[in-house]
């Protein structure tokens, strides 16, 4: 079945360092990919989607490629802030589209450091 | 607008014992779904809704009911509660199945635990 996997946690990094977190999946079809976000006590947001191959999707400074060869859609940041500090999910829209299933990754955690 | 709404923040129950979980939202949004949060396995679906009337099962549904007799509300039930259904539940809602085009907006999350 559809499956997502991200690196192991937690991250910890200096401010204004580079961030990568790794995101491969397994999936039939084109799924859609998202990259969601949860701060401490807080509910999951959306941070940002790529619903093709190659497209990539961006959002308060970080950014992620759809890419269907390596079936990875890792997320980067050029300067990560003490603010960003949170747990990211990678996830995919599971089944043949347009199921609203989520399919989520372990989830990572990065902690920054001033 | 207050969107996803859930109840209680925290729980505590004894093992075999029933509640509700509540979840609410008020974006007029067709689908909603439950899932569960445990450490290192990310969130799973447990049921979903696309509409009033219309409920299915997830990846991970045993233990749990729902139902959905408004648009609005999509409680939750644990019938016999049981020490794995520790976790925590979120609920989320979007307009349509269409995560491509139509965010999910989750809720802040119940913390349960079962003694």
């Known amino acids: 079945g559809d499956s997502v996997t991200q690196m192991e946690g937690p991250v910890t990094l200096s401010e204004e360092a580079f961030l990568t977190i790794n995101c491969t999946y397994t999936?039939?079809?084109?799924?859609?990919l998202f990259w969601y976000v949860q701060y401490p006590g807080e509910g999951l947001q959306l941070l940002l989607k790529?619903?093709?191959?190659?497209d990539k999707g961006s959002n308060k400074g970080f950014e992620a490629t759809y890419r269907k060869e390596t079936t990875s859609f890792h997320l980067e940041k050029g300067s990560v802030q003490v603010s960003d500090s949170a747990v990211y999910f990678c996830a995919l829209e599971g089944g043949s589209g347009n199921t609203g299933k989520l399919i989520f990754g372990q989830g990572t955690t990065l902690q920054v450091k001033p | 607008n207050a969107g996803v709404t859930q109840t209680p923040k925290f729980q505590v129950l004894k093992t075999g014992q029933s509640m509700t979980l509540q979840c609410a939202q008020d974006m007029n949004h067709e689908y909603m779904s439950w899932y569960r949060q445990d450490p290192g396995m990310g969130l799973r679906l447990i049921h979903y809704s696309v509409g009033a009337g219309i409920t299915d099962q997830g990846e991970v549904p045993n233990g749990y009911n729902v139902s959905r007799s408004t648009t609005e509300d999509f409680p939750l039930r644990l019938l016999s509660a049981a020490p794995s259904q520790t976790s925590v539940y979120f609920c989320?809602?979007?307009?349509?199945?269409?995560?491509?085009?139509?965010?999910?907006?989750f809720g802040p999350g119940t913390r349960l635990t079962v003694l």
């Open positions: 989320a809602s979007s307009y349509s199945t269409t995560a491509s085009t139509d965010t999910q907006y």
């Open positions: 999936a039939t079809g084109y799924p859609s």
């Open positions: 790529a619903t093709k191959a190659d």
